[in-house]
């Protein structure tokens, strides 16, 4: 966790984009910080690109703040991103967050320095049985985590795969495929609740084969 400002432009390699803004920003005076991200799914594309460029030709006075944030970089947004990074206009500081270091080409890592915070998180064994599933232990489970994020349906999601390798329950390709259609669903934005509700009604009528 960063508890100052950082004053020159860096690369944040973190395990999660809304912890790490949420982290940071009361650091920085509110006129000062410009967030861009993209609002339907965690990818920064083009249009976030061309919005940050615009962003940094406003003149200000003051160093302003401008947060580059996508859990992956298109190659694209990136490449438009080289001129303006490498020459920032005066008073402006980039920081880019992001939670896939691979999705950073050299070239912009050869033009800013990082910073790698991502860090090893234990995963719970879900409580649920898996074995003995049935449509009372979903509706229970549904109902206690019928609110829960984005990032947190995605751990729930692995650690109900966890529960099912802790049980020895063997799948074949077909259900490990259910695991990774409803991470890939989350990550496009479906309701978590739909995802889990799906995923969990699958298991029940499988279980037999297990």
Do not use: W
């Not at 432009?9 to 005076?29: G, W």
């Not at 751990?155 to 490990?176: C, F, G, H, Y």
């Amino acid at each position: 966790m960063i508890t100052q400002i950082i004053e020159n432009s860096t690369i944040l390699v973190v395990n999660d984009l809304e912890t790490t803004l949420s982290e940071l920003i009361p650091f920085y005076p509110k006129h000062l910080v410009r967030i861009i991200k993209n609002e339907e799914k965690d990818e920064f594309l083009i249009a976030q690109a061309n919005l940050a460029i615009k962003e940094a030709y406003i003149a200000s006075n003051e160093k302003k703040y401008i947060f580059l944030c996508g859990s992956s970089f298109r190659n694209e947004a990136q490449n438009s991103l080289l001129k303006v990074l490498e020459e920032p206009p005066k008073n402006v500081v980039f920081i880019l967050i992001t939670t896939s270091k691979s999705s950073i080409l050299p070239t912009i890592y050869s033009r800013m320095p990082y910073k790698y915070l991502k860090t090893s998180t234990f995963k719970e064994v879900s409580s649920l049985d898996i074995a003995k599933l049935d449509l009372k232990d979903i509706y229970n489970f549904l109902k206690q985590n019928q609110k829960i994020s984005k990032n947190e349906a995605k751990d729930l999601i692995e650690s109900i795969l966890l529960k099912v390798k802790d049980q020895n329950l063997l799948l074949d390709e077909s259900q490990l495929n259910i695991f990774s259609k409803s991470i890939k669903l989350i990550e496009l934005n479906a309701r978590p609740i739909n995802v889990l509700t799906t995923l969990l009604l699958s298991l029940s009528k499988q279980k037999k084969s297990f």
